[in-house]
Each structure stands twice: as structure tokens, then as C-alpha cells.
């Protein structure tokens, strides 16, 4: 644990995957440290995702550090503790200067205290902390943008692997796409539903996208139920009109998590 959670602090990158009701589910996330446990502070933009989140979850570092392109990923499953923070009094501490520090545009949104009323909204957060971490492995790291994680049960728990494939591009003349563990071991799916996702982000972090690909897996082979992006080695920072339309869309969308989780508590 001691290893990962170091790993974990030092990242500026990670992910974090559970099972929901509908199927498997990840999403990059910025890695923080709560006085020794490993946590994320969602926005609430993401409360339809926050909402599906069970008590375990596996937490994982796959992409490699700049100082350490051969550095393995690791991933930790464990019982996680989701605690709703919608006016950011709890993110608001040494969290929100973690974050501001691995994010500019927290950075930007909350740097200041001035910035932190003024865009109050992304203050208000889903903090998920790693209570204790059942099992740790290590994974081939994300090396290319064509890499991906793949998510599905496994003993009634999330499991992470590496995956890649030769094409990812979905058509309708080919339903399934071959798949291959990026450490070598057989993928053996059963039929099971299963996410891959994988995420890139522009140097300034303002567009930090994810791709996925979900559906059912036999042997080594994706059956594509449904797909939304790609893989971009190189996403290109906005220009000044889509930097404002983002900050725009993110605001609606982190004030209208906010109001709705103000709303049921008054229920």
C-alpha cells in the first residue's frame, strides 16, 4: 500500500473505476492525499457518475512519469468513502492548493481566495477517499495515447488492466475489435460487460478528454455496444472563444450539481 500511495501523491494523473448497476465505469481524475489516504475531489458537473458510486472502487496510476517513462502503473481496489461537499468546506483546505498545484485550471478557478468566491461552483466537490486498499498490482503503464484501460468484474470487484488494439475506429462492417493485454496475459473475457476508456489532456489541462468504447468481451475480442471518441495523441490547447465556451459549459454544469444536491438536502 505504502508504495502505491506513494505513487499515488507524486502522480499528477490518475484514474479511478467501480461497478455501477449499469456496467463498469472510469474516469480520470487528479490525485490527492488526505493526511495519508489516497482521495479525488470530483466536481459536480459529474453527479450522475458520483451518484453510481458503491463502496469499492480501484483507484490507478497508468500513465508514466516524465522522469520515469518506464515506470510501472499500479492499481489499488478497496473500499472507498464518498463524502458530498457541495459549498467546498472540506475541499477547501489543503486539497483545493494540492489540486490548484497538478491543475491549472484550478489553478485558475481557485488559486486565490478571490478566485474561490468568485467561481464558487468549483469549489463545490464528491470527495472519494481510498479507506483501505484489499489489493495492489502493477500494470504496463500507458505509453501511448492508443492505450487504454479496460474495466470489469472480477470476484465482485472492479478490475483494471492495460489494453491496446491495432484500430480502435468502430464500423459497422467489423462489430468487434480485437483487443491485447499490454502485459502479455490472456483476457479471457466470458461475455461479461466491460468499459475501456482512456484520456488526454492538453498542455494547459483545459480540455482533458476522455474516449470510451463498452460492450461485452469474448476471449480477446470487444463487442462494441457503444463509443464516443477517439484516441489524440496531442489534443490542441482552445483558442480564446472555446476557452470561454468551456468555462462556460463547466459552470452550468458544476452550479447545476450543486443546486440539485442544495435541493435534496432540504427534502
Same mark, same amino acid.
Request: proline share 11%; glycine share 12%; with cysteine.
Given at each position: 500500500?505504502? @508504495? &502505491?500511495?506513494? +505513487?499515488?501523491?507524486? /502522480? !499528477? *494523473? #490518475?484514474?479511478? /473505476?467501480? +461497478?455501477?448497476?449499469?456496467?463498469?465505469? %472510469?474516469?480520470?481524475? =487528479?490525485?490527492?492525499?488526505?493526511?495519508g489516504r489516497p482521495c479525488a475531489a470530483l466536481p459536480l458537473s459529474l453527479l450522475p457518475e458520483i451518484d453510481s458510486l458503491p463502496g469499492r472502487a480501484a483507484l490507478s496510476v497508468t500513465v508514466p512519469g516524465v522522469a520515469d517513462p518506464d515506470r510501472p502503473g499500479? *492499481?489499488?481496489?478497496?473500499? *472507498?468513502?464518498?463524502?458530498?461537499?457541495?459549498? %467546498?468546506?472540506? &475541499?477547501?483546505?489543503?486539497l483545493v492548493e494540492q489540486e490548484a498545484h497538478k491543475?491549472?485550471? !484550478?489553478?485558475?478557478?481557485?488559486?486565490?481566495?478571490m478566485a474561490r468566491n468568485e467561481n464558487w461552483w468549483w469549489m463545490g466537490r464528491a470527495l472519494v477517499f481510498l479507506s483501505e486498499a484489499e489489493s495492489v498490482h502493477t500494470v504496463r503503464p500507458r505509453s501511448s495515447?492508443?492505450? #487504454? +484501460? +479496460? =474495466?470489469?468484474?472480477e470476484h465482485g470487484a472492479p478490475a483494471v488492466r492495460v489494453v491496446s488494439s491495432p484500430d480502435w475506429s468502430v464500423r459497422t462492417d467489423r462489430p468487434s475489435l480485437p483487443l491485447a493485454d499490454a502485459g502479455g496475459t490472456a483476457l479471457e473475457g466470458r461475455g461479461e460487460k466491460v468499459l475501456v476508456f482512456g484520456h488526454q489532456a492538453s498542455p494547459d489541462f483545459e480540455r482533458w478528454e476522455r474516449w470510451t468504447r463498452e460492450g461485452t468481451l469474448t476471449g480477446q475480442d470487444l463487442v462494441v455496444a457503444g463509443?464516443?471518441?477517439?484516441? @489524440?495523441? /496531442?489534443?490542441?490547447p482552445f483558442g480564446l472563444l472555446e476557452r470561454l465556451r468551456?468555462?462556460?459549459? =463547466?459552470?452550468? #454544469?458544476? !452550479?447545476? %450539481? *450543486?443546486?440539485?444536491?442544495?435541493r435534496r438536502e432540504r427534502l
Open positions: 500500500m505504502q @508504495d &502505491f500511495h506513494d +505513487l499515488w501523491r507524486r /502522480s !499528477t *494523473v #490518475a484514474e479511478l /473505476s467501480w +461497478l455501477s448497476p449499469g456496467g463498469p465505469c %472510469g474516469i480520470p481524475v =487528479v490525485p490527492l492525499d488526505d493526511g499500479q *492499481v489499488a481496489v478497496g473500499p *472507498v468513502e464518498v463524502r458530498l461537499d457541495p459549498r %467546498g468546506k472540506l &475541499f477547501g483546505g489543503e491543475h491549472p485550471p !484550478t489553478r485558475l478557478r481557485a488559486g486565490s481566495l495515447a492508443d492505450h #487504454a +484501460l +479496460l =474495466v470489469r468484474e463509443a464516443e471518441g477517439g484516441p @489524440d495523441p /496531442s489534443p490542441r468551456n468555462h462556460r459549459e =463547466v459552470e452550468r #454544469a458544476c !452550479t447545476a %450539481g *450543486v443546486a440539485e444536491l442544495e
